[in-house]
């Protein structure tokens, strides 16, 4: 049995149609890409971003300046595509959550948006497998709940509709992230 950091394990994780449920470290993971919760600065940050921008070195950086340059950071609800350094995936897609301001503020569209456009881009580049952190469930406040079932019901709009990426995984770090993930995930 593989331990559960080793970078192939989320093959095993249980799996929901095209959907697996993986409880780790996204960095560790190989999957062809995975996405991270940047800010609109692109520039990294705390959370999944720190760790992403730490784990994969400096190659992640300078391919978001060269974004900035030409397009000026990344609005909430959009995507980009860099390559993954020193990751053992192959890209990471980062994509900008919006904040959590008590849920009229479109938060619930944006993030919509944000699983949509990144799967969007794992689709464009003919992708396998894509993992995706609770975009805005950290800093940015999202409830987890909410945030899963919306995770969950754009996974498999698109995944209905299209061949690529072949696999979707979702990544919690804890129990609670996880419960609410199997319940978005057995309705
Ligand atoms: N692997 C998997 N999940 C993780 C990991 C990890 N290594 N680290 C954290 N999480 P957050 P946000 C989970 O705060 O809310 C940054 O400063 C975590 O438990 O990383 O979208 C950016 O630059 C949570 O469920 O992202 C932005 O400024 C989820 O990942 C801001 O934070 C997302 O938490 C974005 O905030």
Redesign the pocket.
């Given at each position: 049995m593989p331990s559960p950091t080793s970078p192939s394990s989320w093959r095993d994780a249980p799996i929901f149609g095209r959907i697996r449920l993986y409880q780790?470290?996204?960095?560790?993971l190989d999957t062809e890409a995975i996405v991270?919760?940047?800010?609109?600065?692109l520039?990294?940050?705390?959370?999944?971003?720190?760790?992403?921008h730490r784990?994969g070195g400096p190659a992640i950086l300078e391919a978001c300046r060269q974004i900035r340059a030409r397009q000026g950071g990344c609005p909430p609800g959009e995507a980009v595509l860099t390559p993954g350094g020193r990751l053992p995936a192959r890209y990471v897609i980062h994509t900008?959550?919006p904040?959590w301001q008590g849920g009229h503020k479109q938060e619930p569209e944006l993030l919509a948006r944000c699983y949509r456009n990144s799967l969007a881009l794992a689709e464009e580049k003919q992708l396998e497998s894509v993992a995706f952190?609770?975009?805005?469930?950290?800093?940015?406040?999202?409830p987890?709940a909410e945030?899963a079932a919306i995770a969950v019901r754009e996974a498999r709009t698109f995944l209905a509709e299209h061949a690529f990426p072949a696999t979707v995984v979702f990544?919690?770090?804890?129990e609670e992230?996880r419960r609410f993930y199997e319940q978005a995930l057995q309705t």
């Open positions: 780790g470290d996204i960095t560790r991270n919760a940047a800010n609109t600065s520039l990294g940050g705390g959370g999944v971003d720190g760790a992403i784990a900008v959550g904040v952190p609770g975009i805005s469930t950290g800093i940015y406040g999202y987890k945030a990544v919690v770090f804890d992230a």
